[in-house]
């Protein structure tokens, strides 16, 4: 299966620096050079906050070795602002900018405000614009119930737009595993039980494996696997972990 696991930015905590062999061997790589050395993907969350210039996507992505790849969450005047609604100008301008990425663009992810409720005429129209301009990966991580319906899982499907999984789950429990269009998987782990705070222990990471490939080995699809609990470091060493555990029953 293509795998990418990797973390929500690219920062390398000083506590796990002897995990990724750049940090070691040079001090003149950069974070994202020294996060390339031992992971293969990176969510871009700073995207979110502002735009950046082109320049510095294409810099990102001449940063890195060939088969890298970047997931990147799209800017929040689209998902919280304007809330999916007459998001046109500001998402051609957003998926202009990122395709200076070019092959190493990975899904584009749309998070989603937790209040905010599924609106079919709202969601046909958002989605029908997202693949007017779009044609490569989406991922969608909803965190309202009415998002988790079967009529809103059609609709997903329809538009070949992946539910994002997420530990821990928002909105209903069906959001902690993946749904939506099934020829992508994805999973957003922030940390249980403080969001973005706590540590995965060895034996939750060996569970989050066995449920990782057994979604990919039943459907054959790209696996996404992020790591948000970044506020104490602690995404770094787990995605590095859960890399080895996962390619090394790959290999086997």
């Not at 990797?6 to 796990?16: D, E, I, M, S």
């Not at 997931?71 to 689209?78: E, M």
């Not at 269009?181 to 995965?200: A, E, I, K, V």
Request: aromatic fraction near 10%; hydrophobic fraction near 40%; glycine fraction near 8%.
């Amino acid at each position: 299966m293509p795998l990418v696991v990797g973390t929500a930015g690219w920062t390398v905590p000083r506590q796990h620096v002897g995990l990724f062999p750049g940090s070691v061997e040079s001090a003149t790589l950069s974070h994202l050079e020294r996060y390339a050395t031992r992971l293969r993907g990176v969510e871009i969350n700073s995207s979110f906050h502002l735009p950046h210039r082109r320049t510095t996507w294409e810099r990102w992505a001449k940063s890195t070795p060939e088969g890298f790849r970047f997931a990147v969450k799209a800017p929040k005047a689209v998902t919280h602002e304007s809330k999916l609604e007459n998001v046109g100008t500001a998402l051609q301008e957003f998926l202009d900018a990122v395709q200076a990425l070019g092959k190493k663009l990975g899904p584009i992810l749309f998070q989603l405000p937790p209040k905010l409720e599924y609106d079919a005429g709202a969601a046909q129209e958002f989605f029908s614009t997202v693949r007017e301009l779009h044609q490569g990966g989406v991922v969608l991580e909803p965190r309202h119930a009415s998002w988790f319906s079967i009529p809103a899982e059609q609709l997903l499907r329809s538009f070949e737009v992946a539910r994002a999984a997420a530990d821990p789950p928002k909105g209903s429990q069906s959001a902690s595993e993946p749904g939506g269009w099934r020829g992508r998987s994805y999973w957003r782990l922030h940390g249980t039980p403080r969001t973005y705070y706590s540590d995965y222990e060895d034996d939750q990471l060996q569970s989050f494996a066995k449920r990782i490939r057994e979604d990919a080995c039943l459907l054959e699809n790209e696996t996404w696997v992020i790591f948000d609990n970044t506020a104490l470091g602690h995404a770094a060493a787990n995605a590095v972990r859960l890399d080895e555990v996962l390619r090394g029953e790959l290999s086997n």
